[in-house]
């Protein structure tokens, strides 16, 4: 999607800013470590977490379905006749 340039030749700081890579050479290599393993920590706790959940959920579904029968074959299963003219 394309903005128009701001009037009267103003600076457009924002898209300047959005357009620059961040710069991380300040952060120490040791902190930024400790930051990557904390971010990966967390993803899989996470992860995990809902992976459990979603079980969680998916066996509650099951015993319901079960529970109200609608898990079973058809008791008398209905048959399409087919009419001869």
């Known amino acids: 999607m394309n903005f128009p340039s701001p009037p009267n030749g103003q600076n457009d700081d924002f898209s300047a800013s ?10 120490p290599l040791e902190r930024r470590k ?9 993803f ?3 992860m995990g977490s ?3 959940i979603g079980v969680i959920v998916a066996f509650g579904i099951v015993q319901l379905l079960q529970k109200f029968g609608l898990a ?3 008791q008398n299963p209905t048959r ?4 001869q003219n």
């Open 18 to 27: 959005v357009k620059q890579k961040p710069d991380f050479s300040d952060i």
């Open 50 to 52: 809902g992976l459990l």
């Open 34 to 42: 400790v930051a990557e393993k904390q971010a990966r920590n967390w």
């Open 72 to 74: 079973d074959k058809p």
């Open 80 to 83: 399409i006749e087919q009419t």
């Open 44 to 46: 899989f706790i996470l």
